[in-house]
């Protein structure tokens, strides 16, 4: 079997690995932070799934930094384009907005400026129609958590729980704190970055403007949804507010990494008059 294909087949044994025994380390996890003790001979056999996987991954990781290094890449490129043919794109996008959504977090408490914003750029906030639902949402889950804690009684489900409970108040708030601190920005040159907190990133050159306006909408569909004819709605509290025509099919990543291209983008600013006088009026250079 030549290298090529052997590299090709230890990607495709590693990416199963690496989803195969990420539930049962979950389940590790959550069993020790409840307090709870699994059977010894169900500890050794998760912890010898997850050392062969890592054992696996170093060395297809190995080979392919030594096959890129051969083709001439630096030692930095060679390994991230190693990581890449690696860990499927889902999971790498999965765990970096994650770390992003918890720097957003010290970000926002904190008071530190908006990220990507520079002087002479104009940030455009869209959080105002799900800040309610957010906060809403952290009073519930902390009313429930309070209540759990009271009506059950087995303190290892209780353990367990507290866990999930806290995690997801902190998700909560890390991807409220992500939206606020990753506002729209334009461009003295009238450029637009469009985004959603660490989930969404969309950069508008100057040219492929070909006209905004303030045109309130209230579709339906999920936070990123592309219809047939090219039209890409980021939807932000059920509304949008901004309608952008573009001059030719942008590419754009979605979440979870499908690459796709819209020739409109509608999207939400909480001041969109403002936003649309700033694309339409570039400074002077």
Request: hydrophobic content about 50%.
């Amino acid at each position: 079997m030549k290298p090529g294909m052997k590299r090709a087949n230890g990607v495709r044994v590693a990416r199963a690995a690496v989803v195969s025994v990420i539930p049962a380390e979950l389940a590790l996890v959550v069993c020790g932070a409840a307090g709870v003790r699994p059977p010894g001979w169900a500890l050794a056999l998760v912890e010898a799934l997850v050392l062969g996987v890592l054992l696996l991954e170093a060395w297809v990781l190995r080979s392919l930094y030594a096959a890129a290094r051969a083709r001439g890449a630096r030692p930095g490129e060679a390994w991230r384009a190693a990581v890449r043919q690696t860990v499927p794109a889902p999971v790498r996008r999965l765990v970096l907005h994650e770390l992003r959504a918890c720097a957003a977090l010290g970000r926002w408490l904190l008071r530190r400026p908006p990220h990507g914003v520079r002087a002479g750029d104009l940030a455009a906030g869209y959080t105002g129609p799900q800040t309610a639902m957010m906060y809403g949402l952290l009073f519930v889950s902390v009313i429930e958590t309070a209540a759990l804690a009271v009506l059950i009684p087995w303190p290892a489900v209780h353990r367990v729980v507290l866990v999930l409970d806290v995690y997801g108040i902190l998700i909560v708030l890390a991807m409220h704190a992500a939206c606020v601190t990753r506002p729209h920005v334009v461009g003295p040159d009238g450029s637009l970055r469009i985004r959603y907190g660490a989930l969404f990133d969309l950069t508008v050159p100057p040219e492929a403007v070909a006209s905004a306006r303030v045109d309130r909408r209230y579709p339906e569909g999920r936070l990123v949804t592309l219809s047939d004819d090219g039209v890409l709605d980021l939807i932000v509290g059920s509304q949008t507010t901004v309608t952008l025509e573009l001059t030719h099919p942008l590419p754009f990543t979605r979440p979870l990494g499908a690459r796709a291209a819209a020739r409109t983008v509608r999207f939400h600013a909480d001041d969109p008059r403002a936003l649309v006088a700033a694309l339409r009026q570039p400074a002077s250079p």
